[in-house]
């Protein structure tokens, strides 16, 4: 597993932004994936993830209902839809993957797989 993360920027709060998040290894559909978020002077948080299949997604309270998970396997890419963004979404988002569950995920310590993190800035 080889992740890359992409897809950050500047918005103002209210706007969107979609990551993604693209393997360029082989087994990308056995492993569930992840969005982490880490802002300055904060622990790393779990954002949301995806089961291997796709068909579960989790999600911390901060996020659901503004964040959106879903992946395409054939093109081993995971995308983070993002929306109704606010000021303290502000960090650096990196995506990861392991063999765990959508749930499991957010509790897995430590995780196998990460990628480079992108970083996104939503403005007041």
């Known amino acids: 597993v080889q992740l890359q993360a992409s897809g950050g920027g500047m918005v103002q709060a209210g706007g969107s932004l979609r990551l993604s998040c693209v393997d360029s290894?082989?087994?990308?559909?056995?492993?569930?994936i992840g969005w982490f978020r880490q802002a300055p002077g904060k622990e790393r948080e779990f954002v949301a993830a995806?089961?291997?299949?796709?068909?579960?997604?989790y999600y911390p309270d901060s996020v659901k209902g503004r964040f959106t998970i879903s992946r395409d396997n054939a093109k081993k890419t995971v995308a983070l839809q993002m929306n109704s963004l606010k000021p303290e979404d502000t960090a650096v988002y990196y995506c990861?993957?392991?063999?765990?569950?959508?749930?499991?995920?957010?509790?897995?310590?430590?995780?196998?797989?990460w990628g480079q993190g992108t970083l996104v800035t939503v403005s007041s």
């Open positions: 990861a993957a392991d063999r765990t569950s959508a749930q499991g995920m957010s509790l897995k310590s430590p995780i196998s797989y």
């Open positions: 995806i089961s291997w299949s796709g068909q579960y997604a």
């Open positions: 290894g082989r087994t990308f559909s056995s492993y569930c």
